[in-house]
T-cell receptor, first 113, second 115 residues
């Protein structure tokens, strides 16, 4: 079974600094998709960024970028120029085809002003 | 565009009572998901619908949980009877389909407390 592990329960960063959230996963498949979701206190999960496993180029969305290391089964999220509104729980997720999203345990990100 | 709507936002009941949650997906979204999120954990899929058909309900505890999606639009998730361990957030999500590019949009969830 696929598993997703986020080893950092909590992270904090100064406003305007850069922070990296870690994620590793376990799968025997070669074709799959990876996601980072943000969950603010309002509880509504919001898609931040996604990556197709067959693409070597790392995905980027404005201040958010990923470091996808397929051989190492690692998928980290980098947030540049951190803003107060980035404070939230961040979940890494795996999905193969039409199958369900498998989420990690989450990392709580705090932004210090 | 309206997002995924869920109600109620909060529900407190005593154990052994029944409870129901309602979800209205984004208009035109054929796929609907119910997730369970325990405190401090990531969401786990309970059931997935393609239109009216439940295509993945392997994680749904069928002895006490039931779900329906009449006419392929709104959906309800029911627990009867509720147990203390059912206290959690129940999230609904929807997507156009199940292609990789079909983003899952989540609702705000219902926080259930069973006393």
């Amino acid at each position: 079974a696929q598993t997703v592990t986020q080893s950092q329960p909590e992270m904090s960063v100064q406003e305007a600094e850069t922070v990296t959230l870690s994620c590793t996963y376990d799968t025997s498949e070669s074709d799959y998709y990876l996601f980072w979701y943000k969950q603010p206190p309002s509880r509504q999960m919001i898609l931040v960024i996604r990556q197709e496993a067959y693409k070597q180029q790392n995905a980027t969305e404005n201040r958010f970028s990923v470091n996808f290391q397929k051989a190492a089964k690692s998928f980290s999220l980098k947030i540049s120029d951190s803003q107060l509104g980035d404070a939230a729980m961040y979940f890494c997720a795996y999905r193969r085809g039409a199958q369900k999203l498998v989420f990690g345990q989450g990392t709580r990100l705090t932004i210090n002003p | 565009e309206a997002g995924v709507v869920q109600s109620p936002r909060y529900k407190i009941i005593e154990k052994k009572q029944p409870v129901a949650f309602w979800c209205n997906p984004i208009s035109g979204h054929n796929t609907l998901y119910w997730y369970l999120q325990n405190l401090g954990q990531g969401p786990e899929l309970l059931i997935r619908y393609e239109n009216e058909e439940a295509v993945d309900d392997s994680q749904l505890p069928k002895d006490r949980f039931s779900a329906e999606r009449l006419k392929g639009v709104d959906s309800t998730l029911k627990i009867q009877p509720a147990e203390l361990g059912d206290s959690a957030v129940y999230l609904c999500a929807s997507s156009l389909g199940t292609d990789f590019t079909d983003t899952q949009y989540f609702g705000p969830g219902t926080r259930l407390t069973v006393l």
